[in-house]
Each structure stands twice: as structure tokens, then as C-alpha cells.
């Protein structure tokens, strides 16, 4: 008898260890699916739109182009200064056939008015896109700290998991060596039932926690239409540009971006509370890693589709330089 419950008692510790084993890697490997959708999210983040690539050092070079462009035309149609462009190229063009004639004093005045206009309109392209690189690097930060806190507390679950399974579990095994098995089986329930509830405690800590935002109303309000008010709305140019309609396209530029948020899930469209977290506006609204992750998604996009209006001003630009 005692050499059955010997047996009995080694094979029930190795079973209880693997399970303790088991149990413990179980939340590492919800984590590491976490940590995958993280990295999906940046990678994600880059935004399939993004501006056509074009040689920033053309306009410096002289490098010009008889033919305007879609986007170039679309811009200097927004800006309203398109009947001025095509003057200036008419008044370039008459000046080019005598070389050596000194520039009228029309010429020159449209030159500085246009460059005028074309530079204060990539000011604007710059500033908004600044204001949506410093709500970047408070999303992410905030999102390492609160990352951070939920890997710490997963590995003191952990540890706990471990050591009270291997603890019991030996002291299990020891009460069948001792010819205890009522005392053994008790230990083997509790340590079982132990493992459970760290394991369930593991599962929800992987959301992490939640703090409370100070960061204040960012550029996803009036991207979304909640009125943020002037100090946080777009530039008059930049905000036509969004709601415009680029070529070959049936929807504006802000819509097939909302429209990629909806199919992506990152936007509830529908729930006024879920816009205005995702914007700063709730002020009663905690930050969490879900929430940060879905901020900074969105405003990856909104970067985007803003930058590219400074593709189309340079491409403005090289259309207006004919030498």
C-alpha cells in the first residue's frame, strides 16, 4: 500500500507542476497576442494615402512642369489664386523670349503675392501637423507608463501563480508519502483553486490600468465634428482641403479617412461618448491602452491626409517657375 500511494504521490506532483506551469503561461500568451496587436496598430498607423512621392529638391533645381497637375490645380482652385498663377506664367513666358529684360513690376508683384500665399498656406500644413506630433508623443508616452505598470503587475501574478502551486504541490505530494490523502487532495484543490483565480485576475489585467487625462482636447474634435472650439480647429485652407474631393474620387478626403476608421473598428461613429474620448473632450473619461491605441491610429491618419496638401503646394510651385 505504501509504495501505491508512493507512486500515487509522485505522479500527482508532476501533474500538478505541469498544470501550475500551464497555468502561468497561459497569460504570458495572452500578453504576447497584446503586444502583437500593439505592433499591428503602429504598423497600421501608416497611412496607405499618404502624399505620391515627389523630389523635394525639384523647386530649388528648377525644375518645372508646363502642365499643372491635378492636385496642384485643386489646390490653387481652394486658395482662389489660380487666374494669378496663370498670369504670372503668361507675363514668365513673354519675359523668357528677350533675355535680359529686367522683370515688370507686375511680374514681381504677383511673384512675392503668390509666394506669399503658397508659403503662409505650408505654414499652416506645419503648424497643424506639429500640434498633431506633440498629441503623438503624449499618447505614446502615456501609453508606456500605463504598459509598463500592466507588465509589472502581470509578472508579480505570475510569480504568485508559480510559487503557491509549487508549494502546495510538494506539500500535496508529501501528505500522500505520508499516508494522507484526505489532507493531500485539500491541498490539491486549494492550489488548483488558487491557480484559477490568479489566472482570471492575469486574463483582465491585460487591458491595463487607466489614469486620468490631462492631455486636454486634441485634433480628432474637429476632424470628427464636435465643435472644439477655435484654438482647436483646423486652419481655414487645410480644413477645405480635407473636405475636398481629390481626383478620381466620388467622396472627400475626410470621409474615405472615417470611412477606413468604421471598417477598421476604430470608430463608433454612432456613440457621441466613444468621439468625444477618443478626442479629449470627456474630461471625465480615464486614459486607457485600448483608448491610446485607437488616439493614435486616428491622428496617424489625420497627419497624413494634412501633409499631403504640401505635396500639392509644391507641385504649385514648380508649376509656376518656368526657368
Excluded at 148 to 173: C, E, M, W
Aim: a neutral charge.
Amino acid at each position: 500500500m505504501n509504495g501505491k500511494n508512493y507512486r500515487r504521490g509522485i505522479c500527482l506532483s508532476l501533474s500538478l507542476l505541469i498544470q501550475a506551469s500551464w497555468m502561468s503561461f497561459l497569460p504570458a500568451i495572452a500578453k504576447d497576442a497584446t503586444a502583437k496587436s500593439d505592433v499591428v496598430a503602429v504598423v497600421a498607423s501608416a497611412n496607405p494615402k499618404l502624399a505620391k512621392p515627389y523630389n523635394v529638391n525639384a523647386y530649388t533645381n528648377g525644375e518645372s512642369t508646363s502642365k499643372i497637375s491635378a492636385d496642384a490645380l485643386e489646390v490653387a482652385n481652394l486658395m482662389g489664386i489660380l487666374p494669378q498663377v496663370e498670369r504670372l506664367r503668361q507675363l514668365k513666358a513673354q519675359s523668357s523670349q528677350t533675355p535680359g529684360v529686367i522683370p515688370t513690376d507686375e511680374q514681381m508683384a504677383l511673384e512675392l503675392y503668390l509666394m506669399e500665399k503658397v508659403f503662409g498656406a505650408s505654414l499652416q500644413v506645419r503648424t497643424v501637423a506639429d500640434r498633431i506630433d506633440g498629441e503623438l508623443a503624449y499618447a505614446y508616452d502615456v501609453r508606456s507608463i500605463l504598459t509598463a505598470k500592466r507588465d509589472k503587475n502581470l509578472n508579480y501574478n505570475f510569480i504568485a501563480n508559480f510559487g503557491q502551486g509549487s508549494a502546495l504541490g510538494s506539500t500535496a505530494g508529501g501528505l500522500f508519502l505520508g499516508a494522507q490523502p484526505l489532507a493531500a487532495n485539500i491541498c490539491l484543490l486549494t492550489t488548483s483553486g488558487f491557480s484559477i483565480l490568479l489566472t482570471l485576475a492575469a486574463l483582465k489585467m491585460q487591458s491595463g490600468g487607466k489614469r486620468e487625462s490631462d492631455s486636454g482636447t486634441n485634433m480628432l474634435a474637429h476632424f470628427l465634428d464636435l465643435e472644439p472650439g477655435p484654438e482647436n480647429s483646423y486652419p481655414d485652407l487645410v480644413w477645405r482641403y480635407l473636405n475636398a474631393t481629390p481626383a478620381g474620387s466620388t467622396v472627400s478626403r475626410r470621409q474615405q479617412t472615417l470611412d477606413h476608421w468604421r471598417n477598421a473598428r476604430r470608430l463608433n461613429e454612432t456613440s457621441e461618448s466613444a468621439k468625444k474620448a477618443v478626442s479629449g473632450m470627456n474630461i471625465s473619461q480615464k486614459e486607457s491602452i485600448g483608448l491610446l491605441t485607437d488616439r493614435t491610429f486616428m491622428l496617424h491618419y489625420v497627419h497624413a491626409d494634412v501633409e499631403q496638401l504640401d505635396g500639392s503646394l509644391l507641385d504649385l510651385l514648380k508649376y509656376m517657375d518656368l526657368n
